[in-house]
């Protein structure tokens, strides 16, 4: 890019390392933001969206282009000095790369996975660049607390909801379209904050269910053991600090950590353990997952997802996927998944390949809205009497209540 927007960064990194489309939408994270950008030139090499991202003490925003991630600090103190400038945006390109874990060449384990696996092989092409992040441990376990039985939007309102509910605001600026409409930004809570009575009576009424109750006990649980203390804002509490430990542990130690709190079955313990405490070979297992398993890898069970979910077939399902590709299995299985989301059914074809003669075919292509998502790691219902509708049922109960007179 010959000129780089006012106060941005370019840090070079080809599209097939890092797709922020792809990898920011696809339920790992849910307090990034995206913004379309003003498009006045037809050049396909400027970047269509902003992404930001509200740590404790600055928002990072990002633009992409096929040869660039493009990034700007953005801080509550309006006009730091120079030297206080600079040591700031040094400290953002760290935090990239150590979050994008831009050491691991992806590329290369693409190509590993391609070579061992003819269904990764076809879907590769299509699906690059998405990448597992390196989250904050204390975020990603109460994000995943909230995806129980849950979709990618409602995960999003809820978690977004849980820093404006309990963090100060730490900034606003203007949206990156040019309208002049500021966004305040609020940074993730910490587990003192929601460990305080009447946090789940609260969540309650803002719309978490039952996770309020896991979130406020497994806070409480944190700081009972690991103490808090009056904190700066840039600074970790005791408890946070303990789950950032667990990236040390061997993974069955630090699942049985994780496995303590309250509302954290084997399937969340999982994620966490893959998006935030390095263990890249654990594979995060539902029943879509297992659907997968049957109709590409030859594992046995219902093509109608009506196989339980036993903590046998579980280990089953992750020992094969460990054997197809190898010590980075977790992170291949994020692609393969992503791959067979709904809401990805266009993703990395080109515009011909969709235009179809009539508008009946082109009504059969709808990409469902995000509320007709499911998260891209859902946990099962609580009990087994627990109704969880399909998105297909989703679907067509809405379409019988917009069909309802009033």
């Known amino acids: 890019m010959a000129t780089l927007p006012p106060g941005f960064h370019a840090l070079s990194l080809p599209i097939i390392q890092l797709s922020l489309a792809a990898v920011l939408k696809c339920g790992q994270s849910f307090r990034w933001n995206a913004y379309p950008l003003k498009i006045t030139s037809p050049d396909a090499s400027l970047p269509t969206h902003e ?32 030297t206080e400038r600079k040591l700031r945006e040094a400290e953002t390109l760290l935090w990239l790369k150590d979050y994008f874990q831009l050491d691991v060449d992806l590329a290369l384990l693409y190509e590993q996975w391609g070579s061992r ?41 809820m978690v977004q909801s849980l820093a404006k509910e309990y963090s100060l605001p730490l900034l606003s600026i203007p949206l990156p379209d040019g309208s002049g409409v500021e966004e305040t930004y609020y940074p993730f809570p910490p587990p003192s904050v929601l460990a305080k009575p009447g946090v789940s009576t609260r969540l309650r009424s803002l719309g978490f ?11 409480k649980m ?7 203390s009056t904190r700066p804002s840039q600074t970790s509490e005791p408890s946070e600090l303990f789950l950032h430990t667990l990236r040390g542990m061997a993974t069955e130690d630090a699942r049985a950590e994780l496995l303590k709190f309250v509302g954290v079955g084997r399937k969340v313990a999982d994620c966490v353990l893959l998006m ?43 020992t094969k996927f460990v054997k197809v590709w190898g010590d980075h299995a977790g992170w291949a299985h994020s692609v393969l998944f992503t791959s067979d989301l709904k ?5 990395g074809l080109t515009e011909p390949q969709f235009t179809s003669p009539s508008p009946q075919k082109d ?13 891209l790691l859902p946990t099962p219902p609580r009990t087994p009497f627990a109704y969880n509708p399909s998105p297909a049922e989703h679907v067509k109960k809405r379409a019988r209540m917009r069909r309802t007179p009033e």
Request: with cysteine.
């Open 209 to 219: 269910g039952y996770r309020a109750e896991f979130i406020h006990r497994t806070a």
């Open 222 to 228: 944190l700081v009972d053991t690991h103490g808090t």
């Open 51 to 82: 992404y930001r991202f509200c740590l404790r003490d600055r928002v990072v925003c990002l633009r992409q282009t096929p040869t660039d991630i493009l990034y700007r600090t953005v801080l509550p103190d309006p006009q730091p000095n120079m």
């Open 343 to 347: 809401a990805f059914a266009l993703h």
């Open 363 to 375: 009504r059969k292509r709808r990409i469902p809205d995000e509320d007709e998502m499911p998260s």
């Open 117 to 157: 696996d003819k269904v990764f092989l076809r879907i590769r092409d299509r699906f690059t660049g998405i990448r597992m992040l390196r989250q904050d441990p204390w975020e990603n376990l109460i994000s995943f607390i909230c995806s129980s039985n849950n979709n990618i939007s409602r995960i999003t309102k």
């Open 276 to 318: 935030s405490l390095d263990k890249t070979d654990v594979v995060p297992v539902d029943t879509h997952v297992h659907q997968i398993a049957i109709k590409h890898y030859g594992m046995k069970g219902s093509t109608k997802g009506k196989t339980s979910m036993t903590p046998k077939l579980y280990e089953e399902l992750c």
